[in-house]
Nanobody
Framework: VQLQASGGGLVQAGGSLRLSCAAS????????MGWFRQALGKERKFVAA????????DYADSVKDRFTISMDNAKNTVYLQMNSLKPEDTAVYYC????????????????????WGQGTQVTVSS
């Protein structure tokens, strides 16, 4: 399984970006896909997750009402629409696909995910 993230860039505070994560090598029926981010010098943190079975979503409190995760099963692609961006959103963003053998773990846990994209840099200037 390979995940290819794209769409990052430099944007001013209050602006928007849409990240994409294209998957190859596996279809994502009955799967959870997630986005995490890692700021320079800090640990990687959960941002959002979506379940392909019913499109239900979860968000970190820090991005709720600003970010929207969505999935196009036909294209095997997950998106993260980011609006009202803040300087504190600056980070490398990673998409991830779950490990089907550890579904007992919460979707907010990195250990839930077995496959990771290479990351895409998002920089928000003040």
């Amino acid at each position: 399984v390979q995940l290819q993230a794209s769409g990052g860039g430099l944007v001013q505070a209050g602006g928007s970006l849409r990240l994409s994560c294209a998957a190859s090598g596996r279809t994502f029926s009955s799967s959870v896909m997630g986005w995490f981010r890692q700021a320079l010098g800090k640990e990687r943190k959960f941002v959002a997750a979506i379940r392909s079975t019913n499109s239900s979503t979860d968000y970190a409190d820090s991005v709720k009402d600003r970010f929207t995760i969505s999935m196009d099963n036909a294209k095997n692609t997950v998106y993260l629409q980011m609006n009202s961006l803040k300087p504190e959103d600056t980070a490398v963003y990673y998409c991830a696909a779950e490990n089907l053998f550890v579904r007992m773990l919460p979707v907010t846990s990195m250990a839930r995910y077995a496959y990771w994209g290479q990351g895409t840099q998002v920089t928000v200037s003040s």
